[in-house]
């Protein structure tokens, strides 16, 4: 963390599950959880893994939240905010199968009628979560936006193509998407569709 301003402030953190559907335990220490940061000044934040209650055979994913706690203000009639940023924090066990680098390449894209609609099911055979900052299916002259953002291990999801009548079988359709490093970059990929 980083306090790039002259004013000091605290900043709390904690790490949760990534879904709220689960009562999943959470088996990380996050130190500190509760810091003051003084202008101009820097704070590391050390996440700690148990060791244990987490797939040895896939990843697994959790949100590290970093809130921003302002300082009283001294004038009255003041509306002060917390600024809470969520960030995405990966486990990945060691000695996984597979390249974390190939695995969006290797995403499996076919046509599937979903409730009647025309539809896009993709799936994942790898041991790695694919975050996506955008998926565009291609027709002829045709783009067709996928609300896709993440596919989780050995998994698939689909999705009904708006907008798309019907898709004509054979023509040049494809599938165009950026998917999200390592790093945090946007990597582009192009993929064919199988029927």
């Not at 709390?12 to 990380?28: A, G, K, L, R």
């Not at 539809?119 to 027709?139: P, T």
């Not at 989780?152 to 999801?157: C, D, G, I, K, R």
């Amino acid at each position: 963390m980083l306090n790039d301003e002259s004013t000091s402030f605290m900043v709390q953190s904690w790490i949760e599950p990534f879904s709220t559907s689960t009562d999943q335990d959470v088996p990380f220490a996050l130190t500190p959880p509760l810091k003051r940061l003084n202008g101009n000044a820097r704070q590391q934040l050390r996440v700690l893994y148990q060791g244990a209650g987490l797939p040895a055979d896939r990843e697994s994913v959790f949100w590290l939240s970093v809130q921003e706690v302002p300082q009283k203000s001294k004038d009255e009639n003041i509306l002060q905010i917390a600024v809470r940023q969520r960030i995405k924090l990966f486990y990945r066990p060691a000695d996984l199968p597979g390249d974390v680098g190939q695995a969006p390449s290797r995403l499996q894209w076919r046509m599937v009628p979903k409730d009647g609609k025309p539809g896009l099911e993709v799936r994942n055979d790898s041991a790695f979560h694919i975050s996506f900052s955008s998926v565009n299916l291609k027709s002829g002259s045709n783009n067709y936006p996928i609300p896709a953002e993440m596919l989780p291990p050995y998994s698939s999801q689909s999705f009904v193509i708006e907008g798309a009548a019907s898709l004509a079988p054979g023509g040049a359709t494809k599938i165009e998407f950026e998917s999200i490093d390592d790093d945090g970059l946007a990597v582009q990929h192009s993929s064919n569709i199988s029927s």
